[in-house]
Structures are given as C-alpha cells and as structure tokens.
C-alpha cells in the first residue's frame, strides 16, 4: 500500500501538504537523480566528501504508533556522485533502521549507498560500498565510505497534531565526510610453505598386486629344509608371501650368507637351531601404482630339522615404513580376546538421552560412547528419530544400529545395536565380534547381549516458538560397566583368520606412499550488511578428502578474518578442520582416525595450506603408527560477482582441481594405549 493511503485516514488535510512535495520528488528519482561521478573501479577517486539537498523528515501518528520517513538528495562533492535516498516504506523512528538509497548495483562505478537516520539524536549516517572485480577475475576489491553528521543545530521542526514535519534549508548544509577503507593486501604475512615438487599419483589399495600382500604379509615358508652335518650348514628353499617369489639358499657357519639373487641374506645357527632371514624385493603396482617400491624384511624361527612340514617365518619391514604387520579383522588378535569374551562386558565412557515433546507426541535419540575389553573396540553410536508413541502407547523402544567403520574384512566386521527403555531407564547393548584361537581353543563368533539401570540427571529447555520442548538426560556416574551374557558362541576353522586377503582402502599403505589431500575449496561473501567493515564476512567452505583414510571431512568456517584485502584480514592464522554447521557429510573414519588438523587459506592469492596427523592401525592395531605432513598449492581460481545477489564467490577453476601433496611427512609407531598423547602431535 502506498504510504500516503497509510496515513490518510489520520486526517487528509494535515498530510496531503506535507507529503505533496515528496510524491513529486519520487517521481522524478528515476529519471535524473542518479549520477555516477568518479569510482575507485575506474581510478581517479579520491576519499568521498558528502553533501546533501533537499532534506525533509515526517513523523506522524498512527494506530501502530509513531511512523516515519526521511528522502533527501545525496552528493559526493569530491568525486561528483549523487543519489535519492528515501525510506522505502513507513518506519518506527524510535527504532532506525538502514536504508538503500537509489541505484544500479549492476552498474560496476556505481556503490552500494545506504543510511540510517536516528531522529532522538538527529543523528544521519552514511555508507556507501564499492565492489571492483579485477580483470584476471582473482578476488574483487571492496572500497569503503562511512561517515555521519549531527543535524541538531540545522534541523527546523514544525509539530502539528498528529505530525511532526522537519526540514532542513540546502544553504545551511555544510559538507561532511568520514572514514574511508580501501583493500590492504596482508599475504606477505603468510610464511608460505613450499609446495611439493613430486607429481600425484594414484592411491594403491590393498588389492594392489605385490604392494598390499609385500605390506600385510613380508613372510617366508621355509621348504625343503636339510642340514649338512659335516660343515653345520643347511640348504633349503625360502618361499616369500609378499611377493610370492621362492629363491634357493645355502646357509654355512655362522655368518650370513647371500642366496643365488644377491638380495636375500641367512644365517642358521646350529646350536639353537635358528634360521634368521633378510630379503629386499621390488614391487610396481602396474595401473595402479606404477613407481618401484622397494621393500625390505627381518625375520627368524628354530627349524625342526626332523619336520617334514615347512617353518613360517613371520618378518617385519625395515623398508619402506618400519613395522611388524599383524594384519587380520579388527579386534580378532586383541590380547585375551577369548577368554574375556566368555564373560562379555562393556564400559560406557557417555551417555546423553534427549527426548523431543510437540504437539503431543515425543520422539527421542541417544548418543553412547562404549568400550569392549575382549576386542579393544571403542564405538561412539547415535540412535536418532525414534518416535516413542507411534503405536499410541508411551514407551515404544528398538534397536539402534551404530554405524560401521570402513574396513578391509567387511565379512568379519565389528556390528553393535544400543537400546533405551525410556520408561525405565534400562540400557541395552548387542554387540558381534571374531576371536582369533590359539594352540587350545579354536577361532570364535561371538554374540553378547548385556542391559544395565542407569541413574539419570535430567533438565528440560523450552522453544515456545517452534512449540516444543526438550528433556535432556545424562548417566551420573561413569564410567558405568554393563556385563553381558554370550548368546551365540560358534567356533570356526583353525586358519579362518591366518593370513585373510584384505580388501579395500589401506590406510597404512597409502600414507606411506601416496599422502595427498584432495579438495575444491570455495568462498562466499555476503555485502548487504551496511555496517561492511564489521559484517563482511567471508564463508570458506570444503570437503577435505583425505585419501589415505578414504574419509571426509566437510569444513564450513565464516569469518571476517577470513576476507582478503580488509585490515581484518588474517590468511596466516591456521583454522581448525571443522565444520561450524554440523552436517551429517563428514565420514566416521575421519572421526576416529584424524588427531589433528589444520588450514590455511588465503583468498588474495588462492594459497592453500594443511597441516595435519592422523594414524593408521590397519596393519599393526596394537602398535598403531601416527603420521605427520604438511603441505600447499597455489591454486588457480577465479572469482565472480553476483550484485543482484549482494555477494560475491571465489573458487579454483577446473573441475578436478589437483590434490595437495605434502611438502613434509613423518611417522612413528606408538602403543594403542597411548595415542590419546598425541593429540596435536608434530
């Protein structure tokens, strides 16, 4: 409704004057009011000095209470640039609020002008904002004017009965200006890592030939074994299970001795009857990995020389990573893992409970954090949407399934359920795991199902406006011990878990050799607030795909330190892997895998940074091996200016922009028990 109806039916004769002049001037804004002068996007401007003409301010009395509204004409004397600024509609004076003044924001020399005028000070402020793309469309410079003046002494008021009419003569209005921003450029302060030199390459998996069974497995079978008994020496056959190739040996003394390929070296001890192996091969992984990858493995056993059966020789790698595989599905060889798994229990390290009420219905999720001491899996499962009355009884209750981990024995994987009687409060777990056997008892399944009463701290929050409220709960006491009773116990074949071919994803292998982090950050930034100095601020947001892991990890992170070009700018701050929105995008493996991680990006010039730990237990889960790189790229990118939108974006160009390779990188093996110390390790 057009302003003059809106305040016609106070009374016609007291407004149609005032407002006769402002309707004319409205309609004349369009035509000839706006002017485009000098623009920092075109060079030749200097700091802004304002003028303005043609001042009037009405307040009038309505059944809402006081309204207003101001228009008068805006000049930049310096650079001579005008615009009409009006109140677009009737506006509470006691409560001012930012205005756009007139113009085409499509235009690139024409700012973005908008004002505020507080009428219990007579206080006008000014702000006008200039966005100038550059040429080779890198990151667009924000130009800012901001200026106020007090209208105390210059304002002439006139109270009627039900209207307040001001004015304000144009010879009386002297120029006035204020602060003015232009770009600062603060890339130098980044202490720029170098980006690596070596080219990308494919990630190799645990199927790749050679290279995943040469990680997994670096043993031998020794075949053929005979002793010489005049010289002490034996001669035999070493069979290699990661490359799958057997070379002839000799061993004499107690020296070592090479075999016929040079690259193999024994030694066999007489007196203890031990035979000690050391071998270096060569793998290329074909397709998939074509480089050489050199691989060197120590190992020993005692021979029986009367046994007509071939020694297994279990060896650990020297080259290219140090390490001793102990390569099966997760918790199989966990110390004890039988005979604790025939008194199943677990421990909760949290528990929260929230239970949602709306429109008289209630629905609930639950969030629990346990440990299995039979096979050292620790599991953090959320129960989400279960609607506790959808029967129409108070109460309903299943089973929540936890979500499975990535791994490369899928068929053997760790599978948990968590359940809550919200009625009374009782606590349930079922949980599956393998047990690998030994030299009494055989490999083993197990199902457990255990419950426990928890003793509950509870508060409600309300939301009146969404018309809901919360109860939340939390156990009191923890950690809180739930015992278990086995239901399924079934044994499996002596070699079920003996070498087991891995699938997949390595972690460990892929560290070693092809870390990379691959991503297609983009930028986002918003320019409608009017105060811009303090709300421009700029939205990075990335999945950060970490290869080795094959994990994602979504950073969202808004900030105004994070736009180029303003003081506030700060490219060299390094900012947390994470994501300020809590989506459901990043993966469970990043979760549990990832110690710490960091980044740094900086929109002035598309430098991009990660510093980042993580471990791998895919080969050796008791002695897990914690990672540490660092790496950057300069990416490509090009940015894009959306006025009708207000805001601008910025990202790499190309649809596959190149991974990031580490410039630095680290590895040491640690015990399981201790990775918590190297949170932030470097």
């Known amino acids: 409704m057009h302003p003059l109806l809106l ?10 004057p005032a407002w006769g002049e402002y309707r004319s001037l409205h309609a004349q804004r ?74 085409d924001y499509n235009n690139v020399l024409l700012p973005k002008t908008s004002f505020r005028y507080t009428a219990s000070t007579s206080e006008l402020e000014i702000n006008q904002l200039w966005i100038c793309e550059a040429a080779n469309k890198t990151h667009p410079l924000p130009y800012f004017s901001s200026a106020k003046i007090d209208l105390v002494e210059l304002i002439d008021c006139v109270d009627e009965e039900t209207q307040t009419r001001c004015t304000i003569g144009d010879d009386r209005v002297p120029t006035f200006n204020g602060d003015y921003t232009t770009p600062v450029w603060k890339s130098g302060e980044v202490d720029v890592i170098p980006p690596s030199k070596k080219a990308a390459t494919d990630t190799p998996w645990n199927p790749t030939p050679c290279i995943g069974t040469s990680f997994s497995y670096p043993n031998w079978d020794v075949q053929d074994f005979s002793r010489d008994e005049e010289t002490g020496g034996a001669s035999f056959r070493l069979k290699n299970h990661g490359n799958n190739q057997s070379v002839a040996c000799i061993a004499q003394g107690t020296e070592w001795s090479n075999c016929g390929d040079n690259s193999t070296a024994v030694r066999f001890t007489e007196e203890t009857g031990e035979l000690s192996v050391n071998q270096t091969w060569i793998c290329n992984g074909g397709d998939r990995y074509p480089e050489d990858v050199t691989f060197r493995a120590v190992g020993s056993a005692a021979i029986d020389p009367e046994s007509p059966n071939s020694t297994y020789i279990k060896g650990s790698l020297t080259e290219p ?62 129960g989400d949407g279960e609607e506790l009355n959808r029967d129409g009884r108070y109460g309903y209750e299943r089973w929540w399934g936890c979500a499975l981990a990535r791994s490369p024995f899928d068929e053997y994987q760790v599978i948990s359920l968590i359940k809550l009687n919200p009625i009374t409060e009782i606590f349930s777990i079922d949980q599956r795991w393998y047990c690998n056997g030994n030299e009494d008892e055989l490999p083993s399944y197990f199902k457990a199902v255990g419950d426990v009463a928890t003793t509950l701290d509870c508060f409600w929050t309300n939301d009146t406006a969404a018309n809901f409220n919360v109860k939340t709960c939390s156990q009191t006491e923890l950690p809180l011990t739930v015992q278990g009773e086995v239901v399924n116990r079934t044994e499996l074949a002596a070699d079920t878990f003996f070498e087991l071919a891995p699938e997949g994803y390595s972690c460990t292998i892929a560290s070693v050799l092809a870390t990379q982090w691959s991503t297609g950050w983009s930028s986002d930034t918003v320019y409608t607030g009017a105060t811009f100095p303090d709300t421009l601020k700029t939205r990075d947001k990335f999945a950060l795909q970490f290869l080795a892991m094959d994990g994602v990890q979504l950073v969202d992170h808004k900030d105004v330190s994070l736009t180029p070009y303003l003081p506030t700018s700060d490219p060299a701050r390094w900012r947390d892997c994470k994501d300020d929105t809590n989506s459901d995008i990043s993966s469970n493996v990043w979760a549990r895998h990832s110690l710490e991680c960091k980044w740094q990006l900086d929109l002035a010039t598309g430098y991009f940074a990660i510093n980042h730990t ?25 940015c894009y200016v959306y006025r009708d939108d207000e805001q601008y974006t910025c990202g790499p160009t190309g649809l596959n922009p190149p991974p990031v390779l580490p410039t630095y990188l680290t590895w040491k093996s640690v015990p399981a028990a201790e990775l918590g110390a190297y949170k932030g390790y470097s």
């Not at 918790?331 to 798994?341: E, K």
């Not at 677990?346 to 299995?372: D, H, M, P, Q």
């Not at 237990?617 to 490509?636: C, E, L, M, W």
Request: charged share 15%; proline share 7%.
């Open 30 to 103: 369009n035509a000839a009011t706006i002017t485009a002068g000098a623009s920092p996007c075109a060079g030749g401007f200097e700091k802004p000095s304002y003028q303005f003409s043609r001042f009037q301010f009405n307040k009038t009395t309505i059944e809402a209470g006081d309204r207003g509204m101001v228009h008068f004409q805006l000049s930049d004397v310096v650079n001579n640039g005008s615009t009409s600024c009006a109140t677009p509609y009737l506006q509470d004076p006691n409560k001012p609020m930012w205005n756009a003044c007139d113009g």
């Open 614 to 638: 993580w471990y791998c237990d895919d080969k050796t889960p008791d002695n897990p091996i914690v990672f540490h790189a660092y790496g950057s790229r300069f990416y490509d990118f090009s």
């Open 7 to 16: 305040l016609s039916f106070v009374t016609v004769q007291l407004v149609l």
């Open 321 to 382: 990573i140090e390490m001793t595989p102990n390569v099966a599905p997760e918790g199989v060889n966990h110390p004890g893992c039988l005979a604790i798994s025939a008194a199943p229990s677990w421990i909760v390290t949290s528990w929260v409970w929230n239970e949602k009420w709306r429109n008289g219905y209630n629905s609930g999720n639950l969030s629990a954090t346990f440990y299995n001491p039979a096979n050292g899996f620790n599991l953090t499962c959320t």
